[in-house]
C-alpha cells in the first residue's frame, strides 16, 4: 500500500475490488492539508471513507480514491454539554457507542443492515448527496453543525447551511444542544431497503413553549429540505396544544414531492402526514414526563 510520502503528484495505480475490480488510483494522505492538496491536483478522483455510496450503482464513476483513513476522524468525544461524532465513525458505532442521544442511535439501528452499517460512515452520509439519507433529519433537528477543512484552515458551519454545498473535507458533525426534544419517523418498504421518506422534528423547551423548531424531510423530493413554515408554526406554541394535523398543514406548503416508482407525490404527501402526526404524539408525551 502507498501513502502520501510516495508521491503525490503521480498517479500511483494500485488494484482494487472496491469498484468493480477496476484498477484505480490510490491514495492515502497523512494530514488533512496533503488531501486538500491531492483533491485539486485531481479534481475526478473520490475521497473514500467506507466506500458504500461509491459501490453503489448510480454513483459517478471515480478515476482514482482519496483515503482518508489516516486522518484520525474515527472518534466520538461525548461531554454533558456536547457530541463531536468524526466522519470516519461507523454508522454501527453510532447504534453502539455510550452517551448517543436516542434519536441519533435509533436512525442509525435502521440504516440498512449490520454488514452495510460497519461500513458506512457518518461523513460519508453527510457528504454522499444520497437521494434519501436515515439520519440527516436528525442531525438537522438537532441544529448540528459540522467541522470541515478548506482552504487550509478548520472552519464551523451549521448542517443546514453546510449541506447547501459540502465543500471541503468534512471532519465531525457536533451536536451542541444535547438538551433538545427530537423524534423521527422513516417508511420502508421493506427492512433492509433505503427509506422512503424520513421526517424528524426537533424543538427546546422554554418552560412549556418550544423554541428553535426544526422540521426536516429527506427523501420527498429527492434532496433533504427542511421546512420554514413547518418551524414556524410550531414556534413559541405551548407543547400540550400542538396539533398535528395544524403542523401537517403548515408542511405541506413547502413540501415539493416528486414522482417515483416506488410511490405517488400523493403517497408521499400522506406518508409526511403519518409521519408528523407519531412525531409530535411522541414529542408531546415526553413534555408530559
Known sequence: MLNARSKMDADVEFETQ??????????????????????????????????????????PRAKGLIDLKNLALDEIDVTPESLA??????????TEYPGIP???????????SRNVRNMATVGGTAAGRFFVSDLLPVFLAYRADVKYFL??????????QWLQARSGILCSIVIRQLDRNVAFRQEKISKIDFPLIVTAVGWKKAGTQIKEA?????????????SES????????????????MVNAA????????ESIKASSRVKRRIVESQLKGIIAELQKEGAL
Open 18 to 59: 472496491a469498484l468493480g475490480g477496476k484498477d484505480l488510483a490510490y491514495l492515502a494522505p497523512l494530514s488533512l492539508q496533503e488531501a486538500e492538496d491531492m483533491k485539486a491536483a485531481h479534481p475526478e478522483f473520490q475521497f473514500f471513507a467506507g466506500g458504500t455510496i461509491l459501490n453503489w450503482r448510480a454513483a
Open 85 to 94: 461524532i468524526g466522519a470516519m465513525v461507523t454508522i454501527q458505532e453510532l
Open 102 to 112: 436516542k434519536a441519533v442511535s435509533s436512525a442509525a439501528g435502521l440504516f440498512s
Open 151 to 160: 482552504g487550509k484552515k478548520m472552519s464551523t458551519l451549521p448542517l443546514s
Open 214 to 226: 426544526v422540521v426536516a424531510i429527506s427523501g420527498a423530493s429527492g434532496k433533504m429540505a427542511l
Open 230 to 245: 413547518g418551524a414556524a408554526c410550531l414556534e413559541g406554541k405551548d407543547v400540550s396544544v400542538i396539533e398535528s394535523s
Open 251 to 258: 408542511v405541506q406548503q413547502d413540501l415539493q414531492p416528486t
